[in-house]
């Protein structure tokens, strides 16, 4: 959604008449917490990945393509259907889809949820209010932007690390703003916030 947002702010502010680009993008999951057997306190990252597709029209809301998302994460992982990583990358390059989409094109932002800092944030030195990541190896490799997000104590934190270039760093820092204000303003996101109320703010 935070995509289409800028798409259509800078192609004038209107919806275009020849509609927006399908999204496609990844949504993340670390499955640590789920794997069998548990591996305990191990020190460990298990990622999984989901590719979705979405086509934002002027009816889409905000809460019903969060829902389709929701919907879908929770089918795969009912069926233990969320491949890990090497695997999602077999299955990906093996469909149509992907031979039909340029690289570029597949994904323009990841969304990874970092959940909670969860460890010691008070120090001789200082107290630590706020965590961000300066890079990420998945840029350029999976996509032109990743946007990180967790919580440290009960503060929100977001980053988002892109290719360079003008336009691309452009566009990354308006996702971002995007983003942000959807989540710090939750209380203003209705059943019928969509992408045009978006685009003009909240």
Not at 71 to 96: G, I, S
Not at 105 to 131: M, R
Not at 156 to 179: H, K, P, T, W
């Amino acid at each position: 959604m935070a995509e289409a947002v800028v798409h259509i702010r800078n192609k004038g502010g209107d919806f275009p008449s020849a509609g927006v680009p399908t999204q496609y993008s990844d949504v993340v999951a670390n499955l640590r917490e789920r794997v069998e057997p548990s591996a305990g306190e191990a020190l460990m990252l298990c990622i999984a990945e989901a590719t979705y597709e979405a086509s934002i029209t002027q009816d889409t809301t905000v809460l019903s393509l969060a829902h389709k998302i929701s919907a879908r994460t929770k089918e795969m992982l009912k069926e233990k259907d969320l491949a890990v990583f090497p695997e999602f990358k077999e299955r990906w390059e093996a469909t149509e889809l992907a031979a039909t989409i340029p690289c570029h094109e597949v994904c323009g932002i990841l969304p990874s949820n970092k959940v909670f800092y969860k460890y010691p944030t008070k120090y001789s030195w200082g107290t630590i209010a706020t965590i961000h990541s300066a890079g990420s190896y998945w840029c350029p490799f999976f996509s032109n932007q990743v946007l990180l997000y967790h919580a440290v104590n009960k503060s929100m934190c977001y980053s988002i690390v892109c290719c360079d270039g003008e336009s691309n760093v452009r566009d990354a820092q308006a996702a971002l703003e995007v983003f942000v204000e959807v989540m710090e303003n939750a209380e203003k996101v209705g059943t019928t916030t969509g992408v045009m109320e978006l685009v003009r703010g909240l």
